[in-house]
């Protein structure tokens, strides 16, 4: 479902997030999935969370703290007869895990920490950090930068041993000894510049550009016998 603005001359009610979450409930939905959480939204949202319904949605932070206060910010613009503690209750009792993603230093958007939503303390949201993405900068033989990323598991969570395999698993981690680990690799520009000729002569074929793909083709051996 999306949103519309009202059209012209139309005297009916426009069509907004809050308006899509209800409609959502009243059809009895399993699952709600909100593109990205910015305004009075927030509480259809937390209402439908606290009352059993499963959903996920985005929002913009530096931090989990961050994240759940905008949500408190987000909920009390939709009315000013709440509560701000109310609200941070509620927030509390809905969201059990907040899932940060950033941009590494080699470009790529990763999830880089999972916090558990424990419930307040002293006014403040008491969470709990899960997992964090380590990343670590080495040198390759050639000169080249080596950057490798693994998961540290801080805190224990009341989430199943399987569930946390399976969050390792989805990011493309590998259990050891010392714990979940996730995706170490080796990024140097020479490995950079192959995978791409090697990505833009596959595409050639398939469009049939022979001459093209033939010239990439060629290039990609030879960065090759580089490394």
């Given at each position: 479902?999306?949103?519309?603005p ?12 809050r ?15 909100i ?8 509480l259809?949202?937390?209402l ?11 929002c913009?932070?530096?931090?989990s ?48 920490a ?17 997992f ?54 080796v990024?140097?520009p020479?490995?950079r ?35």
């Amino acid at each position: 479902h999306y949103t519309r603005p009202p059209t012209a001359g139309e005297t009916g009610r426009r069509y907004d997030l809050r308006v899509v979450v209800r409609d959502m409930l009243r059809k009895r939905a399993d699952r709600i999935v909100i593109g990205e959480v910015r305004g009075p939204e927030a509480l259809d949202m937390l209402l439908a969370m606290s009352a059993g319904t499963c959903g996920w949605s985005s929002c913009h932070g530096h931090s989990s703290q961050d994240v759940l206060s905008r949500l408190c910010i987000f909920a009390l613009l939709a009315s000013e007869n709440l509560s701000h503690q109310a609200i941070q209750h509620m927030v509390a009792n809905a969201v059990e895990v907040v899932v940060m993603m950033g941009r590494c230093a080699d470009g790529k958007l990763r999830v880089v920490a999972v916090d558990e939503v424990v419930g307040m303390a002293e006014g403040r949201f008491d969470v709990l950090p899960i997992f964090r993405l380590k990343e670590e900068t080495g040198s390759m033989p050639d000169g080249s930068a080596c950057r490798s990323y693994s998961w540290q598991q801080l805190n224990a969570s009341r989430f199943s041993p399987a569930v946390e395999e399976s969050f390792c698993e989805t990011a493309g981690g590998q259990h050891g000894q010392g714990g979940p680990t996730a995706e170490a690799e080796v990024v140097s520009p020479l490995a950079r510049a192959t995978e791409l000729a090697r990505n833009r002569a596959t595409r050639a074929v398939e469009e049939g550009r022979e001459a093209e793909a033939k010239r990439l083709a060629g290039l990609v051996e030879r960065l090759e016998a580089l490394r």
